[in-house]
């Protein structure tokens, strides 16, 4: 899932502090499982800028939403009617789910609440990696399912730099290597003969070198 | 090869043991300390690296650093990182490079910028070492760009690469290194030995691989000036040093001296290791010392080829 991490309070009240009818959107996918920019994190937001327009004298009134997901547009259109009298959406959801709010309402202003941080898993309470970069082509076949790219800090494609060192990335005593954990996946897998095999030039135009990408699909199309 | 071959190339191939040596740029656009080192390091060893921003710090390039070089009459051997340029700005330096004269090539991942003055930067790593060798020999051999793309006249180098005998994995790394010899290195520069145990078992396995055989290893060497000198090189991911070592520095009354002597015996060491072609002394910030290193390992005069 897309991993995202609330913005520091005091940025989100400067980006709001100038509207005075504020409709704060969460997002029930993501966001919500990483505790982000769910139902939750909006009811919260939205007390603290009630709060601090309080203490700041100010008149504002604040609404909170939740769609299902933001990245889909039938979901917006079903709360259309609530946002309508907003002047500015403080949108919890991911990059993407920002921007289609800003498409859904072309005159409104819209600002995003969170940093979209990475696609990624949960690993402990408060504790999300990364795992894709989204490259637009996959070989985790050839690396034992682990990504090359997003999880050795060079994207090296054939074997470690001279930096991996007791199983850690030679960026900080935190990181893995991983290279070391393609190599300790493909041991357990009796595939270490992939690892003779040269991983070519990758062509990055699939990937965000390309421009903006689009996905086209025949076969899901009416 | 159409242009003649590199110093350090006919050196290896006559079977010379090779000795090189290590210049880092100046933070600056001070030239005259480019100049002033390549002068103090010309006619005593068989050829000297530039660094490519080495630790990910802003410094002269290498490519410039390396034509000051070669103007003071020291071989330089150009460093090429994949860490900040993509394969149009490679290609590009290194047709000028070539241009420029210069033959010798060292192709490396480059330290990520996390190390550096520049933490902020974007990394590149558009191809890695691996690949950027093959498109390299392809370019040289068959007058084409990693596209495909022709070239009238293709950058030709005498191509190496590094290896760190003491990261891990350590057969990954084996690996990594014959893939970067059937890649089109012809030489390989080793990370800075101290623990020469380690080191020798590494060369039995180099060996039984036959990779001394297809590549010169020149296994390398830091000297150090002082404790504190010994002990930052001992913190470098990847880097090995034996505990004996570093009490030494701490005890020694003249630290300097001490330095000097460890390089020695390490030196003595490593010429006795089957399948050793050379050797790569690196002094940065203590350049000076290399001459007197040299002296005293026996090394002058060079041969001249
Ligand atoms: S190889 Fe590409 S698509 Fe596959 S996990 Fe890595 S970044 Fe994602
Ligand atoms: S130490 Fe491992 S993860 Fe880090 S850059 Fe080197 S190969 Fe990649």
């Known amino acids: ?222 | 090869m159409s242009s003649e071959k590199s110093n350090l190339q006919k050196i290896l191939e006559a079977g010379h043991f090779s000795v090189s040596s290590e210049i880092g740029p100046p933070m600056s656009a001070n030239g005259q300390f480019v100049r002033g080192h390549a002068k103090e390091l010309a006619g005593l060893v068989d050829a000297a690296n530039v660094t490519d921003c080495q630790t990910a710090i802003v410094r002269m390039s290498s490519v410039a650093a390396c034509c000051l070089c070669a103007q003071e009459g020291l071989e330089p051997v150009l460093q090429m990182t994949c860490r900040d340029r993509n394969r149009i700005a490679i290609q590009s330096d290194l047709l000028g490079a070539a241009a420029l004269g210069l033959k010798n090539l060292v192709v490396l991942s480059g330290d990520h910028q996390s190390f550096g003055n520049h933490p902020q930067a974007k990394n590149v790593f558009d191809v890695d070492s691996v690949q950027l060798l093959a498109a390299l020999r392809d370019q040289a051999e068959n007058s084409v760009f990693m596209s495909g793309a022709k070239t009238k006249m293709p950058a030709e180098f005498f191509l190496g690469s590094t290896a760190n005998p003491f990261a891990d994995p350590e057969e990954l790394q084996l690996i990594r290194l014959e893939k970067k010899i059937n890649a089109g290195a012809k030489f390989i520069q080793t990370q800075a030995i101290y623990n020469i145990e380690r080191f020798g078992r590494w060369m039995e396995k180099v060996r039984a691989r036959g990779l001394h055989e297809r590549a010169y290893i020149l296994a390398g060497i830091v000297v150090n000036k002082s404790q504190r000198s010994i002990e930052m090189t001992g913190i470098v991911p990847g880097m090995d040093i034996p505990e004996a070592l570093i009490e030494r520095m701490r005890k020694a009354e003249d630290e300097q001296a001490e330095g000097v002597s460890i390089a020695l015996e390490l030196i003595e060491e490593i010429r006795k290791i089957e399948g050793v072609s050379g050797l790569h002394i690196m002094a940065i910030g203590w350049e000076t010392i290399v001459p007197t290193i040299l002296e005293r390992a026996g090394f002058l005069p060079r041969p001249k080829v």
């Open chain 1, 1 to 222: 899932m897309i991993i995202a991490e609330p913005k520091k309070l005091a940025d989100v009240l400067c980006a709001v502090e100038p509207y005075r009818n504020v409709a704060v959107a969460g997002c029930g996918t993501c966001v919500t499982v990483c505790l982000a920019g769910g139902e939750k994190e909006a009811l919260g937001v939205a007390g603290m800028i009630r709060l601090a327009a309080k203490e700041a004298g100010r008149e504002v009134i604040v609404s909170v939403t939740n769609p299902i997901r933001q990245c889909d547009m039938e979901f917006l259109d079903s709360h259309e009617a609530e946002l309508e009298e907003a002047d500015c959406i403080l949108s919890l959801a991911c990059g993407a789910g920002v921007q289609f709010m800003a498409e859904k309402f072309p005159d409104k202003v819209v600002v995003p609440g969170v940093d979209t941080k990475f696609i990624g898993v949960n690993r402990d309470l408060g504790y999300w990696t990364e795992m894709c970069q989204g490259c637009g082509n996959c070989i985790l076949e050839k690396t034992g399912g682990v990504c090359p790219v997003s999880r050795c800090s060079k994207s090296h494609f054939n074997g470690p730099c001279g930096g991996s060192s007791t199983g850690k990335c030679e960026i900080d005593p935190e990181t893995e290597c991983g290279w070391q954990l393609i190599y300790d996946r493909l041991s357990r897998i009796n595939q270490l003969d992939r690892l003779l095999e040269v991983n070519e030039t990758r062509d990055w135009s699939t990937s965000r070198d390309g421009g903006p990408r689009i996905v086209r699909r025949q076969d899901v199309t009416l």
